[in-house]
């Protein structure tokens, strides 16, 4: 970051510490360059950029190549500036998401935020919280969506017997009661839909068709106005084992009803499996799909550890 024009492989072994001990020490010159070369390989996947400049007349040349990290890269415009709170908030924000999860955008403007050095006084809360992907999905949805790419993949609705190939625009992720989905321009039924990720049973593909990045605008929004339209007009009224991890778990989304609680869903299969997962903690008492849904995945269960599954 010291100079725009980059520095020499051999003037990094010779000044930057630790090559240059490892030398004085008879370290060989294979060895350093193999030290390097890995050094350079765990700063980048670090988030550090690093450039590598060849000769001016043959870029290609990269015998003589020079290597700097862009300082573009940890500088914020003059113009904005953040106080130790703010900063703190970045911090944390930026934390709660994998490297892999966030753009290449978010990673550049986290590295920047970082370099600052921006001392923050009390820490914000004790710990910071981690957002775990499990769906295979993400990556490539996440991907295509950043290049406005039309996308292809398998999806199995419960109670089809195969899944079937969709053709959507992705317009965003969004985490509804702690379930990813992709929301989307579906091109088969020409309409707006929203794919839960876990049911994504195969690749996701992108193809080469692109699309008009401003369909993205407030496609987040609009994806989770949908759900919560769907769950006010679908509810459970379930009864409840007092103290249980059922009661805990449900009574954090429920409102209380004369039979119990009621639980708003979006899905009954969705729901089903969580409802089945309690065992004798929970009830349904309507509507009556849900708990033959329930009842079929208990006896499933029951099944397979009395060895009558098929």
Same mark, same amino acid.
């Given at each position: 970051m010291a100079t725009e024009q980059g520095l020499t492989k051999d003037t990094i072994l010779e000044?930057?510490?630790?090559?240059?001990?490892?030398?004085?020490?008879?370290?060989?010159?294979?060895?350093?360059?193999?030290?390097?070369e890995r050094d350079k390989e765990s700063l980048r996947r670090l988030g550090v950029p690093?450039? =590598?400049?060849?000769?001016?007349?043959?870029p290609d040349d990269l015998r003589e190549a020079r290597y700097r990290v862009p300082s573009g890269e940890y500088e914020l415009p003059v113009d904005i500036e953040f106080t130790p709170a703010e900063i703190a908030l970045?911090?944390?924000?930026?934390?709660?998401w994998g490297e892999g999860s966030l753009s290449e955008e978010a990673r550049s403007g986290l590295?920047?935020?970082?370099?600052?050095?921006?001392?923050?006084?009390?820490?914000?809360?004790?710990?910071a919280p981690r957002i775990s992907l499990r769906?295979?999905?993400?990556?490539?949805?996440?991907q295509a969506i950043e290049q406005s790419r039309v996308v292809t993949f398998p999806y199995l609705k419960p109670g089809e017997p195969s899944p079937r190939v969709r053709r959507i625009r992705p317009l965003a992720l969004v985490d509804y009661e702690s379930r990813w989905h992709v929301y989307g321009y579906d091109l088969m039924a020409q309409a707006d839909r929203t794919f839960l990720l876990s049911r994504?049973?195969?690749?996701?593909?992108?193809?080469?068709?692109?699309?008009?990045?401003?369909?993205?605008?407030?496609?987040?929004d609009r994806a989770l106005k949908g759900l919560e339209a769907l769950a006010a007009r679908m509810s459970a009224l379930?009864?409840?084992?007092?103290?249980?991890?059922?009661?805990?778990?449900?009574?954090?989304?429920? =409102?209380?009803?004369e039979q119990g609680i009621r639980v708003p869903y979006v899905d009954v299969h969705v729901l089903a499996d969580e409802l089945a997962s309690y065992g004798p903690e929970v009830r349904v008492v309507e509507p009556l799909q849900l708990r033959d849904e329930v009842v079929r995945r208990l006896r499933a269960t029951l099944d397979v550890h009395t060895g009558r599954a098929a």
């Open positions: 000044s930057v510490s630790g090559y240059r001990e490892q030398s004085e020490a008879g370290a060989g010159r294979d060895a350093l360059e193999k030290m390097f690093i450039e =590598t400049i060849g000769d001016a007349a043959d970045l911090n944390l924000a930026g934390s709660v590295r920047k935020i970082r370099a600052l050095g921006i001392s923050v006084d009390e820490p914000i809360i004790g710990y769906d295979p999905a993400f990556a490539p949805l996440q994504i049973v195969g690749d996701v593909v992108a193809t080469r068709e692109a699309f008009d990045p401003a369909q993205r605008e407030g496609a987040g379930l009864e409840v084992n007092p103290g249980s991890e059922a009661a805990l778990r449900l009574g954090r989304r429920a =409102t209380p009803a």
